[in-house]
């Protein structure tokens, strides 16, 4: 109870958006990702399936509602970087994981397996131990202070050395193991998402 006593005092009006805002944006990119395979389905069983080279999802609508969903998720986990932390926004991303494991398995009718539930719950205990430990984010004034730790020497070796990173595993490790190890694109996707997550951070703040 005192680390949730704590936890209310620290958090801002502006915390608190930001909180909605990601909690928002799980909820409509988890429910994507139902939407479109919804559509991908209705579609591939009127038409050539997309994993043969199809593109008859493209004139579904159900398919393009489930973009829309995506878009508009996307867009609210943007917006909340200009509210709160991004140790705060960022670990929430993974809740969309449990909405859709849980919509698949209602929806779809797919079953979650005893590890598919134990993932669930380590995303709501991680996600939940972040949020009530998140520490306070350095405050900033100007668009000149963005700068000035945009150019600082230990962050453009960080981005060097990650871009680095990013073209070796794309064009030496995914064409030989991007289909029979998913750590790589991982590996990719996460790389990719350290800078991301900085620079919207500081241009929303800016």
Same mark, same amino acid.
């Given at each position: 109870?005192a680390?949730?006593?704590?936890?209310? &005092?620290?958090?801002?009006?502006?915390?608190?958006k930001g909180?909605?805002? $990601?909690?928002?944006s799980? *909820?409509?990119?988890?429910?994507?990702?139902?939407?479109?395979?919804?559509g991908l389905?209705? $579609?591939?069983?009127?038409?050539? %399936?997309?994993g043969?080279? @199809?593109?008859?999802? /493209? *004139?579904e609508?159900?398919?393009w509602?489930?973009?829309i969903t995506?878009v508009?998720g996307? =867009?609210?986990n943007?917006a909340?970087? #200009?509210?709160?932390?991004?140790?705060?926004?960022?670990?929430?991303?993974a809740?969309?994981i =449990? +909405?859709?494991?849980?919509? #698949?398995? +209602?929806i779809?009718? &797919?079953?979650l397996?005893t590890?598919?539930i /134990?993932?669930c719950? /380590?995303?709501? !205990?991680?996600?939940?131990? +972040? !949020?009530?430990?998140?520490?306070?984010? %350095?405050?900033i &004034?100007?668009?000149t202070e963005?700068?000035?730790? #945009?150019?600082?020497?230990?962050?453009l070796?960080?981005?060097?050395? !990650?871009?680095?990173?990013?073209?070796i595993? =794309?064009?030496q490790?995914?064409p030989?193991?991007?289909?029979?190890? =998913?750590?790589?694109?991982? @590996? !990719?996707?996460? *790389?990719?998402?350290s800078?991301?997550?900085? +620079?919207?951070? %500081?241009?929303l703040?800016a």
């Amino acid at each position: 109870m005192a680390v949730v006593q704590k936890w209310r &005092e620290g958090m801002s009006s502006d915390n608190v958006k930001g909180l909605v805002l $990601a909690l928002s944006s799980s *909820l409509f990119i988890g429910a994507s990702f139902i939407v479109k395979k919804k559509g991908l389905k209705k $579609a591939g069983a009127s038409g050539i %399936r997309a994993g043969v080279g @199809g593109y008859s999802y /493209l *004139l579904e609508p159900l398919w393009w509602a489930g973009m829309i969903t995506m878009v508009v998720g996307e =867009i609210a986990n943007f917006a909340a970087y #200009a509210f709160a932390p991004a140790i705060l926004v960022t670990p929430l991303g993974a809740l969309s994981i =449990i +909405i859709s494991a849980v919509l #698949a398995h +209602i929806i779809l009718r &797919e079953r979650l397996h005893t590890f598919g539930i /134990l993932g669930c719950i /380590l995303c709501v !205990v991680g996600s939940t131990t +972040i !949020v009530l430990h998140a520490p306070q984010e %350095r405050q900033i &004034e100007s668009v000149t202070e963005v700068w000035d730790l #945009a150019t600082e020497p230990g962050f453009l070796f960080y981005t060097a050395l !990650v871009l680095t990173a990013v073209f070796i595993l =794309i064009y030496q490790f995914v064409p030989q193991y991007g289909q029979t190890h =998913i750590m790589v694109y991982i @590996g !990719v996707c996460s *790389l990719v998402g350290s800078i991301s997550v900085c +620079i919207s951070t %500081r241009l929303l703040v800016a």
